[in-house]
């Protein structure tokens, strides 16, 4: 399912909340210190792992600017190719919780001839 969310809300409650979320992290307390089926650790460290991944994951959809695919916002209604034909690439600090983005741009060839590459498209239901 699309998440359709707006800019302000975005920005100032939803990635404010995650990033809040992933600094109480090391608050995660494991009662259970036995080796065998230890349920606490294996939630904790899933915790862990969706928090890695949201975080960033709300950074870089504050920082796009526009609605594609699944990634759909109130405040970008449509795609726009010529300022976001490209990769957010998202690099969290695990220690700080500090996040930073840079972008890459799409490659349109593939790597051999047996293939031919689909140009962009908006998706249409």
Known sequence: SARVS???????????????????????YIKDKTNA?????????????LLTNAVPTMHGAENRKESRGAHARDDF????????MKHTISHLDVNTGKVE????PVHFETLDDDFKPIPPAKRVY
């Not at 449509?78 to 976001?84: G, I, M, T, Y």
């Not at 983005?101 to 890459?104: G, I, K, T, Y």
Request: hydrophobic content about 35%.
């Open 101 to 104: 983005l840079s972008l890459r």
């Open 77 to 84: 209604k449509e795609r726009n190719d010529v300022d976001w």
């Open 6 to 28: 707006s800019g302000p809300w975005l920005s100032l409650s939803f990635k404010k909340l995650i990033d809040e979320c992933y600094k109480k992290l090391d608050e995660v």
């Open 37 to 49: 089926w230890n349920s606490d650790l294996i939630e904790t460290l899933e915790l862990q792992n």
